[in-house]
């Protein structure tokens, strides 16, 4: 599935249940879903005991529904997004490498 075709779905499911959120109530279901990801990587790496119900595939995914929403509230389309991005780090390290 390409990224345009996963807004595509996002905005469905959007449309389908009446999701409306504000931006900022978006970037805290990010931020709470990174929270998830992070609890869960502490655990597969041994650093925090917990469970291992968990996948770290199933959180990253969750993150990424989260920012979906988030760019569709915005209207941005994250494949152009992403690729654009690309072309500015191209023959230039991006700066958190």
Same mark, same amino acid.
Request: hydrophobic share 40%; no cysteine.
């Given at each position: 599935?390409?990224?345009? %075709?996963?807004?595509?779905?996002?905005? /469905? *499911?959007?449309?389908?249940? !009446?999701?409306?959120? %504000?931006?900022?109530?978006?970037?805290? /279901? *990010?931020?709470?879903?990174? !929270?998830?990801?992070?609890?869960v990587m502490l655990v597969k790496e041994g650093f925090k005991t917990g469970s291992l119900d968990e996948d770290i595939d199933y959180k990253l995914a969750e993150v990424f529904f989260e920012l979906l929403k988030l760019a569709v509230e915005y209207n941005i389309d994250l494949e152009i997004a992403f690729t654009k991005a690309i072309k500015r780090w191209e023959g230039n390290s991006p700066r958190w490498i």
């Open positions: 599935m390409r990224i345009s %075709e996963a807004q595509e779905y996002v905005m /469905g *499911i959007i449309k389908k249940y !009446g999701i409306k959120r %504000e931006p900022l109530a978006s970037l805290a /279901g *990010i931020l709470e879903e990174l !929270g998830e990801l992070s609890s």
